[in-house]
């Protein structure tokens, strides 16, 4: 069973269905750079245990790490990180 999900997103949330939104994106992958990609936004935190749909609990995937991340072999660690890089980015504008 192997399925080449690079390009494919999850299409769990009914928000990244929304063409509009879709375009309206950046279309690049917080964690690869993967420009150019169907991306879908990951809750870090799951809404089921009380995450949020605030800045610092998305972030952009591509639908490879999307899955990576969902399959626990991407952790939730790395997200962090990446979150963290994030914010300091934007601090330093
Ligand atoms: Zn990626
Ligand atoms: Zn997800």
């Not at 375009?23 to 750079?33: L, S, Y």
Request: proline share 1%.
């Amino acid at each position: 069973m192997s399925i080449d999900y690079s390009g494919f997103a999850f299409p769990k949330n009914a928000r990244v269905k929304n063409k509009k939104l879709i375009d309206d994106k950046n279309h690049i992958c917080e964690r690869c750079g993967k420009k150019n990609c169907w991306t879908n936004t990951h809750h870090i935190k799951s809404k089921g245990s009380g995450g949020n749909d605030t800045k610092d609990n998305l972030i952009e995937l591509c639908g490879n790490c999307h899955r990576l991340v969902h399959d626990g072999i991407i952790e939730k660690e790395e997200l962090l990180k990446i979150i963290k890089r994030r914010k300091q980015k934007n601090e330093n504008k």
